[in-house]
Protein backbone atom coordinates (compact mmCIF):
# COMPACT_ATOMS: atom_id res chain seq x y z
CA UNK A 1 0.00 0.00 0.00
CA UNK A 2 3.13 2.37 0.44
CA UNK A 3 4.96 1.94 -2.88
CA UNK A 4 5.16 3.96 -5.68
CA UNK A 5 2.87 1.40 -8.57
CA UNK A 6 4.84 0.15 -11.19
CA UNK A 7 3.73 -0.13 -14.91
CA UNK A 8 1.23 -3.05 -15.14
CA UNK A 9 0.93 -5.45 -18.45
CA UNK A 10 -1.92 -6.63 -17.54
CA UNK A 11 -5.34 -5.36 -19.58
CA UNK A 12 -7.20 -2.26 -17.87
CA UNK A 13 -11.15 -3.11 -18.73
CA UNK A 14 -13.05 -0.05 -20.07
CA UNK A 15 -10.31 2.55 -20.78
CA UNK A 16 -11.16 5.92 -22.40
CA UNK A 17 -9.91 5.69 -26.18
CA UNK A 18 -11.81 8.74 -27.78
CA UNK A 19 -11.90 11.58 -25.08
CA UNK A 20 -15.54 12.79 -25.72
CA UNK A 21 -16.85 9.40 -24.76
CA UNK A 22 -16.38 7.51 -21.41
CA UNK A 23 -17.76 4.23 -21.54
CA UNK A 24 -20.56 3.38 -19.22
CA UNK A 25 -19.08 0.73 -17.81
CA UNK A 26 -16.81 2.62 -15.50
CA UNK A 27 -19.59 3.03 -13.08
CA UNK A 28 -20.63 -0.30 -12.11
CA UNK A 29 -17.91 -2.84 -13.12
CA UNK A 30 -16.94 -4.67 -10.41
CA UNK A 31 -13.50 -5.02 -12.10
CA UNK A 32 -13.09 -1.80 -12.81
CA UNK A 33 -14.10 -0.46 -9.28
CA UNK A 34 -11.64 -3.01 -7.41
CA UNK A 35 -8.51 -1.54 -9.80
CA UNK A 36 -9.61 1.77 -8.58
CA UNK A 37 -9.39 0.55 -4.83
CA UNK A 38 -6.03 -1.32 -5.71
CA UNK A 39 -3.74 1.34 -7.95
CA UNK A 40 -6.15 4.98 -7.62
CA UNK A 41 -7.11 5.54 -4.01
CA UNK A 42 -3.68 4.42 -2.33
CA UNK A 43 -1.41 6.90 -4.50
CA UNK A 44 -3.17 9.82 -3.91
CA UNK A 45 -4.08 12.56 -1.83
CA UNK A 46 -7.27 12.55 0.35
CA UNK A 47 -8.97 15.86 2.12
CA UNK A 48 -8.63 13.50 5.71
CA UNK A 49 -10.30 16.02 8.12
CA UNK A 50 -10.80 19.97 8.29
CA UNK A 51 -8.20 21.47 11.33
CA UNK A 52 -10.96 22.95 13.43
CA UNK A 53 -11.88 18.88 14.13
CA UNK A 54 -9.00 18.77 16.20
CA UNK A 55 -8.36 22.14 18.02
CA UNK A 56 -6.77 20.67 21.23
CA UNK A 57 -4.05 18.58 21.74
CA UNK A 58 -5.22 14.79 21.91
CA UNK A 59 -8.38 15.54 19.61
CA UNK A 60 -8.53 12.88 16.92
CA UNK A 61 -10.97 12.29 13.71
CA UNK A 62 -10.98 8.60 12.01
CA UNK A 63 -10.91 9.19 7.84
CA UNK A 64 -12.29 5.25 6.81
CA UNK A 65 -11.10 5.26 2.82
CA UNK A 66 -12.15 1.90 1.79
CA UNK A 67 -10.73 -0.58 3.66
CA UNK A 68 -8.07 1.74 5.16
CA UNK A 69 -8.76 3.47 8.69
CA UNK A 70 -6.49 6.45 9.39
CA UNK A 71 -6.63 8.75 12.75
CA UNK A 72 -5.27 11.89 12.42
CA UNK A 73 -4.70 13.54 15.73
CA UNK A 74 -3.31 16.80 16.96
CA UNK A 75 0.19 16.09 18.47
CA UNK A 76 0.38 19.82 19.98
CA UNK A 77 -0.32 23.48 18.70
CA UNK A 78 1.55 22.99 15.87
CA UNK A 79 2.15 19.11 15.21
CA UNK A 80 -0.73 16.84 13.31
CA UNK A 81 0.11 13.71 12.37
CA UNK A 82 -2.07 10.38 11.11
CA UNK A 83 -1.67 7.05 12.19
CA UNK A 84 -3.03 3.60 11.13
CA UNK A 85 -5.42 2.86 13.22
CA UNK A 86 -4.61 -0.54 14.43
CA UNK A 87 -3.12 -1.94 17.13
CA UNK A 88 0.50 -3.04 17.27
CA UNK A 89 -0.31 -6.21 19.38
CA UNK A 90 -3.19 -7.71 18.13
CA UNK A 91 -5.02 -5.14 15.06
CA UNK A 92 -7.85 -3.93 17.15
CA UNK A 93 -8.63 -0.77 15.83
CA UNK A 94 -7.58 1.90 18.69
CA UNK A 95 -10.49 4.21 17.90
CA UNK A 96 -13.49 4.81 16.37
CA UNK A 97 -15.32 7.89 14.32
CA UNK A 98 -13.58 11.27 16.58
CA UNK A 99 -12.97 12.35 20.32
CA UNK A 100 -10.37 13.13 22.73
CA UNK A 101 -7.44 11.26 24.30
CA UNK A 102 -4.81 13.93 25.96
CA UNK A 103 -2.76 11.33 26.91
CA UNK A 104 -2.29 9.27 24.14
CA UNK A 105 -4.31 5.57 22.86
CA UNK A 106 -5.15 3.22 24.83
CA UNK A 107 -6.38 -0.55 22.78
CA UNK A 108 -9.80 -1.33 24.26
CA UNK A 109 -8.80 -5.32 23.68
CA UNK A 110 -5.65 -5.41 26.27
CA UNK A 111 -4.93 -2.34 27.39
CA UNK A 112 -1.91 -1.61 25.81
CA UNK A 113 -1.00 2.08 25.13
CA UNK A 114 0.56 4.89 22.99
CA UNK A 115 1.99 8.74 23.30
CA UNK A 116 0.14 10.97 20.97
CA UNK A 117 3.28 10.97 18.94
CA UNK A 118 3.37 7.41 18.14
CA UNK A 119 5.63 5.95 20.55
CA UNK A 120 4.63 3.06 22.87
CA UNK A 121 4.37 3.89 26.25
CA UNK A 122 2.79 0.62 27.85
CA UNK A 123 2.58 -3.04 27.01
CA UNK A 124 -0.03 -5.02 29.92
CA UNK A 125 2.44 -7.78 31.19
CA UNK A 126 5.79 -7.26 28.97
CA UNK A 127 7.40 -10.09 30.92
CA UNK A 128 5.13 -12.46 29.12
CA UNK A 129 6.22 -11.59 26.00
CA UNK A 130 9.63 -12.25 23.88
CA UNK A 131 12.07 -9.74 23.67
CA UNK A 132 11.94 -8.99 19.92
CA UNK A 133 7.89 -8.40 20.35
CA UNK A 134 8.72 -5.67 22.65
CA UNK A 135 10.83 -3.78 20.26
CA UNK A 136 10.22 -0.15 21.06
CA UNK A 137 10.52 0.90 17.28
CA UNK A 138 8.23 -2.34 16.08
CA UNK A 139 5.61 -1.00 18.32
CA UNK A 140 5.68 2.67 17.72
CA UNK A 141 2.42 3.51 16.08
CA UNK A 142 2.76 3.11 11.91
CA UNK A 143 2.33 6.58 10.55
CA UNK A 144 0.26 7.72 7.39
CA UNK A 145 1.90 10.38 5.26
CA UNK A 146 -0.02 14.16 6.26
CA UNK A 147 0.07 17.13 4.67
CA UNK A 148 -1.77 20.22 5.96
CA UNK A 149 -3.57 23.00 3.05
CA UNK A 150 -6.67 25.08 3.30
CA UNK A 151 -7.44 24.55 6.49
CA UNK A 152 -7.71 21.31 6.18
CA UNK A 153 -5.45 17.69 6.54
CA UNK A 154 -4.97 15.74 3.35
CA UNK A 155 -3.01 12.11 3.63
CA UNK A 156 -1.84 9.37 1.00
CA UNK A 157 -0.72 6.02 1.59
CA UNK A 158 2.15 6.71 -0.76
CA UNK A 159 5.39 7.60 0.96
CA UNK A 160 6.12 8.42 -2.22
CA UNK A 161 3.67 10.44 -4.18
CA UNK A 162 4.83 14.16 -4.95
CA UNK A 163 4.44 16.84 -1.80
CA UNK A 164 0.72 17.72 -1.59
CA UNK A 165 1.14 21.05 -2.86
CA UNK A 166 2.48 20.13 -5.99
CA UNK A 167 0.08 17.41 -6.45
CA UNK A 168 -3.35 19.70 -6.41
CA UNK A 169 -2.53 23.05 -8.31
CA UNK A 170 -3.64 24.64 -9.05
CA UNK A 171 -6.24 25.01 -6.66
CA UNK A 172 -4.04 25.44 -4.04
CA UNK A 173 -3.05 28.93 -5.47
CA UNK A 174 -6.32 29.96 -6.32
CA UNK A 175 -7.94 28.92 -3.07
CA UNK A 176 -4.74 30.75 -0.95
CA UNK A 177 -6.19 34.19 -2.61
CA UNK A 178 -9.79 33.48 -0.68
CA UNK A 179 -8.28 32.66 2.48
CA UNK A 180 -9.86 29.38 2.58
CA UNK A 181 -8.08 28.33 5.95
CA UNK A 182 -9.89 30.88 8.05
CA UNK A 183 -13.32 29.53 7.04
CA UNK A 184 -15.47 27.79 9.88
CA UNK A 185 -17.86 24.81 9.53
CA UNK A 186 -21.29 26.47 10.19
CA UNK A 187 -23.20 22.69 9.17
CA UNK A 188 -22.01 19.56 8.03
CA UNK A 189 -24.50 16.97 6.27
CA UNK A 190 -23.72 13.29 4.47
CA UNK A 191 -25.70 11.37 2.44
CA UNK A 192 -25.22 7.37 0.72
CA UNK A 193 -25.68 7.71 -2.23
CA UNK A 194 -26.84 4.66 -4.43
CA UNK A 195 -24.34 5.55 -7.53
CA UNK A 196 -21.35 5.25 -8.32
CA UNK A 197 -18.53 8.23 -6.43
CA UNK A 198 -17.45 9.06 -10.05
CA UNK A 199 -20.74 9.70 -10.94
CA UNK A 200 -21.89 11.61 -8.04
CA UNK A 201 -18.93 14.35 -8.77
CA UNK A 202 -19.77 14.73 -12.40
CA UNK A 203 -22.89 16.65 -11.32
CA UNK A 204 -20.94 18.92 -10.36
CA UNK A 205 -18.07 19.57 -12.91
CA UNK A 206 -20.01 20.98 -15.18
CA UNK A 207 -23.23 24.02 -15.16
CA UNK A 208 -24.69 23.14 -18.17
CA UNK A 209 -27.24 20.92 -16.30
CA UNK A 210 -28.51 24.17 -14.69
CA UNK A 211 -31.11 24.80 -16.78
CA UNK A 212 -33.10 21.87 -16.29
CA UNK A 213 -32.48 20.87 -12.92
CA UNK A 214 -32.16 23.98 -11.40
CA UNK A 215 -34.65 26.38 -13.39
CA UNK A 216 -34.91 28.86 -10.03
CA UNK A 217 -31.29 30.03 -11.32
CA UNK A 218 -32.56 30.97 -14.93
CA UNK A 219 -32.43 34.81 -15.83
CA UNK A 220 -35.88 34.86 -16.03
CA UNK A 221 -38.89 32.99 -15.53
CA UNK A 222 -41.41 31.35 -17.26
CA UNK A 223 -39.88 30.69 -21.14
CA UNK A 224 -38.84 27.60 -22.94
CA UNK A 225 -35.74 25.75 -23.14
CA UNK A 226 -35.44 27.37 -26.75
CA UNK A 227 -35.24 31.29 -24.56
CA UNK A 228 -31.48 29.82 -23.48
CA UNK A 229 -28.38 29.43 -24.27
CA UNK A 230 -25.03 27.85 -22.61
CA UNK A 231 -22.50 30.72 -23.09
CA UNK A 232 -19.52 31.58 -22.81
CA UNK A 233 -19.13 35.48 -20.99
CA UNK A 234 -16.71 37.90 -20.72
CA UNK A 235 -14.85 37.26 -16.98
CA UNK A 236 -16.24 41.25 -16.07
CA UNK A 237 -19.24 40.33 -16.95
CA UNK A 238 -19.68 36.91 -15.28
CA UNK A 239 -16.48 36.61 -12.87
CA UNK A 240 -17.83 33.17 -11.00
CA UNK A 241 -18.79 31.29 -14.02
CA UNK A 242 -16.55 30.76 -17.55
CA UNK A 243 -20.00 29.74 -19.08
CA UNK A 244 -23.81 30.65 -18.03
CA UNK A 245 -27.15 29.56 -19.33
CA UNK A 246 -27.83 32.79 -20.82
CA UNK A 247 -31.13 34.27 -22.92
CA UNK A 248 -30.55 34.25 -26.36
CA UNK A 249 -31.49 37.42 -27.17
CA UNK A 250 -30.38 40.51 -24.74
CA UNK A 251 -33.24 43.05 -24.02
CA UNK A 252 -33.70 45.68 -26.06
CA UNK A 253 -35.17 47.91 -23.26
CA UNK A 254 -31.49 49.74 -20.99
CA UNK A 255 -31.27 47.83 -17.48
CA UNK A 256 -31.08 50.88 -14.83
CA UNK A 257 -28.61 50.55 -12.03
CA UNK A 258 -31.40 49.72 -9.41
CA UNK A 259 -32.18 46.75 -11.64
CA UNK A 260 -28.92 45.42 -11.86
CA UNK A 261 -28.97 45.22 -8.18
CA UNK A 262 -32.13 43.84 -7.93
CA UNK A 263 -31.04 41.30 -10.32
CA UNK A 264 -27.68 40.25 -7.96
CA UNK A 265 -29.18 40.01 -4.82
CA UNK A 266 -32.26 37.59 -6.37
CA UNK A 267 -29.24 35.55 -7.27
CA UNK A 268 -27.65 35.77 -4.12
CA UNK A 269 -31.21 34.96 -2.07
CA UNK A 270 -31.76 31.84 -4.74
CA UNK A 271 -28.42 30.39 -3.85
CA UNK A 272 -28.49 31.24 -0.23
CA UNK A 273 -31.90 29.31 -0.38
CA UNK A 274 -30.61 26.49 -2.48
CA UNK A 275 -27.80 26.01 -0.68
CA UNK A 276 -28.19 26.97 2.46
CA UNK A 277 -25.79 28.72 2.60
CA UNK A 278 -22.77 29.43 0.06
CA UNK A 279 -23.83 32.79 -0.43
CA UNK A 280 -24.19 33.60 2.89
CA UNK A 281 -26.93 36.52 4.89
CA UNK A 282 -24.55 38.61 5.90
CA UNK A 283 -23.42 39.39 2.43
CA UNK A 284 -27.30 39.73 1.30
CA UNK A 285 -27.79 41.84 3.88
CA UNK A 286 -24.83 44.00 2.95
CA UNK A 287 -25.64 44.12 -0.47
CA UNK A 288 -29.13 45.24 0.18
CA UNK A 289 -27.77 48.19 2.01
CA UNK A 290 -25.58 49.38 -1.29
CA UNK A 291 -26.85 52.60 -3.00
CA UNK A 292 -26.45 52.48 -6.79
CA UNK A 293 -26.86 56.33 -7.70
CA UNK A 294 -23.09 56.31 -8.37
CA UNK A 295 -22.70 53.17 -10.56
CA UNK A 296 -22.47 54.06 -14.83
CA UNK A 297 -25.71 54.57 -16.60
CA UNK A 298 -24.13 51.95 -19.35
CA UNK A 299 -24.98 48.60 -18.20
CA UNK A 300 -22.42 46.47 -18.98
CA UNK A 301 -20.16 48.83 -17.05
CA UNK A 302 -22.88 49.22 -14.69
CA UNK A 303 -22.14 45.61 -14.18
CA UNK A 304 -18.83 46.18 -13.51
CA UNK A 305 -19.12 48.82 -11.13
CA UNK A 306 -21.44 47.01 -8.78
CA UNK A 307 -19.51 44.30 -8.95
CA UNK A 308 -16.58 46.15 -7.60
CA UNK A 309 -18.62 47.77 -5.31
CA UNK A 310 -20.09 45.23 -3.24
CA UNK A 311 -16.70 43.52 -3.33
CA UNK A 312 -15.32 46.43 -0.99
CA UNK A 313 -18.66 46.32 0.81
CA UNK A 314 -18.19 42.53 1.63
CA UNK A 315 -14.76 43.24 2.50
CA UNK A 316 -15.71 46.15 4.74
CA UNK A 317 -18.24 44.04 6.67
CA UNK A 318 -15.38 41.45 7.66
CA UNK A 319 -12.80 43.62 8.29
CA UNK A 320 -15.23 46.15 10.82
CA UNK A 321 -16.07 42.33 12.76
CA UNK A 322 -12.34 41.30 13.24
CA UNK A 323 -13.04 38.64 10.49
CA UNK A 324 -10.23 37.75 8.09
CA UNK A 325 -11.56 38.03 4.56
CA UNK A 326 -9.85 38.10 0.99
CA UNK A 327 -9.41 40.68 -1.22
CA UNK A 328 -12.32 39.94 -3.23
CA UNK A 329 -10.70 42.19 -5.95
CA UNK A 330 -7.59 40.42 -5.93
CA UNK A 331 -9.12 36.70 -6.23
CA UNK A 332 -11.54 38.59 -9.79
CA UNK A 333 -8.34 40.11 -11.22
CA UNK A 334 -6.79 36.72 -11.10
CA UNK A 335 -9.61 35.58 -12.53
CA UNK A 336 -9.79 33.21 -9.31
CA UNK A 337 -13.85 33.97 -8.49
CA UNK A 338 -14.97 30.58 -10.24
CA UNK A 339 -17.75 29.63 -7.80
CA UNK A 340 -17.52 25.37 -8.21
CA UNK A 341 -13.62 24.22 -8.14
CA UNK A 342 -12.54 20.69 -8.31
CA UNK A 343 -9.62 18.70 -6.71
CA UNK A 344 -8.57 15.88 -7.31
CA UNK A 345 -9.76 13.06 -6.64
CA UNK A 346 -12.65 13.42 -4.39
CA UNK A 347 -12.93 17.49 -3.16
CA UNK A 348 -14.70 20.58 -4.26
CA UNK A 349 -14.69 24.17 -2.85
CA UNK A 350 -17.46 26.71 -4.21
CA UNK A 351 -16.76 30.10 -2.34
CA UNK A 352 -18.58 32.95 -2.92
CA UNK A 353 -17.61 36.70 -1.40
CA UNK A 354 -16.98 35.95 2.27
CA UNK A 355 -18.66 31.97 2.33
CA UNK A 356 -18.13 29.03 0.84
CA UNK A 357 -19.63 25.44 0.29
CA UNK A 358 -17.87 22.41 0.35
CA UNK A 359 -18.04 18.86 -1.10
CA UNK A 360 -16.53 15.73 -0.49
CA UNK A 361 -16.75 11.92 -1.94
CA UNK A 362 -15.90 8.53 -1.06
CA UNK A 363 -16.50 5.28 -2.48
CA UNK A 364 -18.66 2.66 -0.52
CA UNK A 365 -19.21 0.14 -3.32
CA UNK A 366 -19.14 0.03 -7.33
CA UNK A 367 -22.68 1.70 -7.10
CA UNK A 368 -22.74 3.35 -4.01
CA UNK A 369 -20.69 6.07 -2.62
CA UNK A 370 -20.80 8.46 0.89
CA UNK A 371 -21.26 12.14 -0.06
CA UNK A 372 -20.40 14.93 2.11
CA UNK A 373 -21.43 19.24 2.33
CA UNK A 374 -20.05 21.65 4.20
CA UNK A 375 -21.54 25.03 4.77
CA UNK A 376 -18.62 27.39 5.67
CA UNK A 377 -18.24 30.32 6.62
CA UNK A 378 -16.15 33.38 9.09
CA UNK A 379 -16.70 34.10 12.51
CA UNK A 380 -16.10 36.98 14.42
CA UNK A 381 -12.83 36.57 16.61
CA UNK A 382 -13.47 34.39 19.48
CA UNK A 383 -16.91 33.58 19.04
CA UNK A 384 -17.97 30.02 20.49
CA UNK A 385 -18.85 27.19 18.23
CA UNK A 386 -20.66 23.87 18.94
CA UNK A 387 -18.13 20.95 18.76
CA UNK A 388 -18.00 19.62 15.21
CA UNK A 389 -19.84 15.87 15.22
CA UNK A 390 -19.74 13.66 12.25
CA UNK A 391 -22.94 13.90 10.54
CA UNK A 392 -25.18 10.47 10.27
CA UNK A 393 -25.29 10.03 6.88
CA UNK A 394 -29.18 10.85 5.64
CA UNK A 395 -30.59 9.33 2.00
CA UNK A 396 -30.35 11.43 -0.76
CA UNK A 397 -34.18 12.44 -0.69
CA UNK A 398 -34.44 13.12 2.90
CA UNK A 399 -36.83 16.32 3.06
CA UNK A 400 -33.87 18.07 5.26
CA UNK A 401 -31.55 18.30 2.26
CA UNK A 402 -31.28 21.64 1.04
CA UNK A 403 -33.11 22.24 -2.19
CA UNK A 404 -30.29 22.56 -4.66
CA UNK A 405 -28.81 19.33 -3.48
CA UNK A 406 -31.99 17.79 -3.79
CA UNK A 407 -32.46 19.07 -7.29
CA UNK A 408 -28.72 17.15 -7.73
CA UNK A 409 -29.23 14.17 -5.98
CA UNK A 410 -33.14 13.40 -8.01
CA UNK A 411 -31.15 12.85 -11.13
CA UNK A 412 -28.29 10.56 -9.81
CA UNK A 413 -30.16 7.17 -9.18
CA UNK A 414 -32.08 7.41 -12.72
CA UNK A 415 -28.69 8.22 -14.38
CA UNK A 416 -27.37 5.20 -12.11
CA UNK A 417 -30.12 2.88 -13.46
CA UNK A 418 -29.86 4.04 -17.00
CA UNK A 419 -26.11 3.12 -17.51
CA UNK A 420 -27.03 -0.30 -17.37
CA UNK A 421 -29.58 0.10 -20.27
CA UNK A 422 -27.77 -2.37 -22.64
CA UNK A 423 -28.52 0.37 -25.50
CA UNK A 424 -26.56 2.96 -23.94
CA UNK A 425 -22.78 2.32 -24.31
CA UNK A 426 -20.68 5.54 -23.30
CA UNK A 427 -21.32 9.16 -22.58
CA UNK A 428 -21.01 11.76 -25.41
CA UNK A 429 -19.76 15.39 -23.64
CA UNK A 430 -19.20 18.41 -24.77
CA UNK A 431 -15.48 19.41 -25.47
CA UNK A 432 -15.94 22.78 -24.51
CA UNK A 433 -17.75 22.46 -21.07
CA UNK A 434 -17.84 18.82 -19.75
CA UNK A 435 -14.31 18.31 -20.35
CA UNK A 436 -13.65 18.11 -17.20
CA UNK A 437 -15.23 14.54 -16.91
CA UNK A 438 -12.68 13.74 -19.60
CA UNK A 439 -10.00 14.95 -17.81
CA UNK A 440 -10.06 13.42 -14.73
CA UNK A 441 -11.48 10.05 -16.01
CA UNK A 442 -8.32 9.79 -18.23
CA UNK A 443 -5.99 10.69 -15.47
CA UNK A 444 -7.55 7.84 -13.29
CA UNK A 445 -6.50 5.81 -16.31
CA UNK A 446 -3.09 6.89 -15.88
CA UNK A 447 -3.31 5.50 -12.52
CA UNK A 448 -5.19 2.18 -12.87
CA UNK A 449 -2.36 1.65 -16.16
CA UNK A 450 0.73 2.56 -13.45
CA UNK A 451 2.22 5.62 -14.59
CA UNK A 452 4.90 7.38 -13.00
CA UNK A 453 4.22 10.84 -10.97
CA UNK A 454 6.16 12.37 -13.80
CA UNK A 455 3.53 11.31 -16.23
CA UNK A 456 0.51 11.99 -13.37
CA UNK A 457 1.65 14.79 -12.00
CA UNK A 458 1.42 17.51 -14.74
CA UNK A 459 -1.56 15.89 -15.91
CA UNK A 460 -3.09 16.42 -12.75
CA UNK A 461 -2.44 20.11 -13.00
CA UNK A 462 -5.22 20.31 -16.22
CA UNK A 463 -7.41 18.50 -13.73
CA UNK A 464 -7.98 20.34 -10.59
CA UNK A 465 -9.18 23.74 -11.16
CA UNK A 466 -12.50 25.49 -12.02
CA UNK A 467 -14.94 23.54 -13.99
CA UNK A 468 -16.55 24.68 -17.23
CA UNK A 469 -13.82 23.69 -19.05
CA UNK A 470 -12.71 21.91 -22.08
CA UNK A 471 -11.11 18.49 -23.16
CA UNK A 472 -7.26 19.00 -22.49
CA UNK A 473 -4.31 16.88 -23.52
CA UNK A 474 -3.26 15.45 -20.59
CA UNK A 475 0.23 14.50 -21.92
CA UNK A 476 -0.40 10.34 -22.26
CA UNK A 477 -2.59 8.25 -24.08
CA UNK A 478 -3.37 4.93 -23.36
CA UNK A 479 -1.91 2.26 -25.13
CA UNK A 480 -4.52 1.12 -27.12
CA UNK A 481 -3.42 -2.74 -27.01
CA UNK A 482 -4.43 -2.57 -23.25
CA UNK A 483 -7.61 -2.16 -23.15
CA UNK A 484 -10.60 -4.47 -23.84
Not at 118 to 133: D, H, M, R, S, W
Not at 207 to 219: D, E
Not at 440 to 454: A, N, P, S, T, V
Amino acid sequence: MHQSAQPRSQKIPHLITQPDRVPARRYYDPEFYALECERLWPRVWQMACRLEEIPKPGDYVVYDILDQSIIITRVDEKTVKAYHNACRHRGVQLVQDRGSCPTGFTCPFHGWQWRLDGVCKAVYTPQIFALENLDKTDLRLRECRLETWGGCAFINLDDNAPPLRTSIEPFATMHDLWHVESLRTEWWLAARLPVNWKLAMEAFMEGYHVMATHPQLLPAQGLDNSAFAYREVPPEMSPMSRFMTALVKTPSEQITAEQIKQINIYFMKVLNEGMAGMTHQKDIETAEALLVADLPEDMAQAAVAWRKKLNQAVMAAHQKAGMDIPDLEEVDANRYSTSVNFCFPHYFLLPTYGSASSYRIRPLGPEECLFELWSLTRFPPGEERPPIKTPTPMAHDDPRWPPIPTQDFSNLPRQQHGLHTKGFEFMRLSNQVEGLISNYQRLIDGYLLGLGYDKLTPAAHKVSGCIDVGIADLGFTPPSATAV
